[in-house]
């Protein structure tokens, strides 16, 4: 199994609907993290948690809510989503470097 | 924030080539690590290298961190070796910066 296990891999939905992306690790890190990339470009930081209890926004949280329900356990929710929601999502754990999930291409139409 | 410039943006080799891609990063950091990011979008880790050097069978890593760059070294270039390779940075609980990526293209 993967150390870091996202789903869905692949997902299209309509604008306006409520969609999440789960995020599952066996690590045991403490720290995880979603990541969001367009086509070109770098990966840009959504939200990132350091424990359960401990929720931060990242450079681009607006439309985004996240919820850390166990320590292996990290979602990312869009509660209605939008066209320019279509991109490459990554969930990622952190203990001396990250360490990436497969990824979950999102397409909004 | 940190910023982190890579290059060449894209590099296009023969099968067999070796190729040397470079990262420059304008602070301190404590993490350094090298991506691979393959045709079907999977980011592949490669090398966490704050400092020093690193091998891997084909590739290797160096980082001078008092001059603030990175090089990711691949020999004998394979067509499996193609996609995008991004260094990504931080510093303490700083989040993760990422360079725009180095497009390799390995030609059969």
């Known amino acids: 199994d993967a150390d870091v296990t996202q789903t869905p891999r692949n997902r299209i939905t309509k604008t306006g609907k409520r969609i999440m992306l789960e995020c599952s690790q066996t690590?045991?890190?403490?720290?995880m993290y979603w990541y969001r990339q367009d086509p070109g470009l770098g990966l840009r930081l959504i939200y990132y948690s350091f424990d359960v209890k401990d929720i931060n926004k990242g450079e681009i949280s607006d439309g985004y809510s996240v919820s850390r329900q166990a320590q292996a356990k990290f979602s990312l929710s869009l509660e209605s989503a939008i066209p320019n929601q279509t991109a490459l999502y990554f969930c990622a754990t952190f203990y001396v470097g990250y360490t990436f999930g497969s990824g979950t291409r999102l397409t909004v139409v | 924030g940190i910023q982190v410039e890579q290059s060449p943006p894209d590099l296009i080799l023969q099968e067999g080539a070796n190729s040397t891609l470079r990262c420059n990063f304008s602070d301190s950091v404590n993490n350094l690590q090298w991506f691979h990011q393959n045709p079907w979008g999977q980011l592949i880790n490669l090398f966490y290298i704050p400092s020093g050097t690193k091998q891997n069978g084909r590739l290797s890593a160096t980082t001078v961190a008092t001059e603030r760059y990175s090089l990711l070294y691949i020999s004998s270039s394979q067509t499996t070796d193609s996609g995008v390779y991004f260094c990504a940075v931080n510093f303490g609980n700083e989040k993760l910066t990422f360079g725009t990526g180095t497009r390799l293209t390995i030609i059969p």
């Open positions: 690590k045991g890190h403490d720290r």
